[in-house]
């Protein structure tokens, strides 16, 4: 079965503050990505990546950036948390394009 | 416009009872359309991949249709079960290089035993 961890279930951090969220996959998978998710709304992507040290721009990526220094581990950072940053975050791995992305149990970041 | 809506919002059904949930979209170029079941504080699952050939495709006590001239989907759920009780997503992908997923904002359902 695949796997995707992200390495907190439940994140509460102050406006301003630095914000760092990992995701691991343990299926050689070449895609991964970044959504975030609001009531009422569908998910939104945010950041994704097709190779290691690659990285694209989804609908919504301002006021996040990424880094993929390996292929199993894609991070999601906040550079300076916002409150309309609240949010679940959704990281989600891919064999190949296209095909069916398998979801990590996501975090629920609160910003105060 | 690129768009996926759903119907409805939130339903509530008896245990043992059948549903539908609804999934209209205008996604153009159409490569697939998924089916996604998410449990509550959960990431979501993967239920069905539909081809633009597919007219149907089940997946245990889940069966969902396609009508790719409409551009219409539905899940139908038969003898709804407690642990049915999630958010449905639909999902469609897009026929280009990027493979993008529009999703749909979801249909919460309740199953009361």
């Known amino acids: 079965d695949v796997k995707v961890t992200q390495s907190s279930r439940y994140l509460v951090k102050r406006t301003g503050e630095k914000v760092f969220l990992e995701c691991v996959q343990d299926?050689?998978?070449?895609?991964m990505f970044w959504y975030r998710q609001d009531p009422g709304l569908g998910l939104r992507l945010i950041y994704f990546?097709?190779?290691?040290?690659?990285?694209e721009k989804g609908d919504i990526p301002e006021g996040y950036s990424v880094s993929r220094e390996k292929k199993e581990r894609f991070s999601l950072i906040l550079e300076s948390a916002s409150t309309n940053q609240t949010s679940m975050y959704l990281c989600?791995?891919?064999?190949?394009?296209?095909?069916?992305?398998?979801f990590g149990p996501g975090t629920r970041l609160l910003v105060l | 416009k690129n768009q996926v809506e759903q119907s409805p919002q939130s339903l509530i059904i008896l245990e043992g009872k059948n549903c539908t949930l609804q999934c209209n979209y205008t996604v153009s170029p159409f490569s697939n359309l998924r089916w996604y079941k998410q449990d509550t504080g959960r990431g979501p699952v993967s239920l069905t991949i539909m081809t633009f050939s597919e007219n149907t495709k089940s997946n245990g006590r889940y069966t969902a249709t396609l009508d790719a001239d409409t551009k219409q989907s539905s899940l139908h759920i038969t003898a709804s079960q407690l642990s049915d009780s999630a958010s449905y997503i639909c999902v469609v992908v897009r026929m280009d290089s990027s493979y993008k997923l529009i999703f749909g904002s979801g249909t919460r359902l309740l199953v009361r035993p």
């Open positions: 990546s097709y190779d290691v040290k690659m990285k």
């Open positions: 989600a791995s891919s064999l190949h394009r296209g095909e069916t992305q398998y």
């Open positions: 299926m050689d998978h070449e895609n």
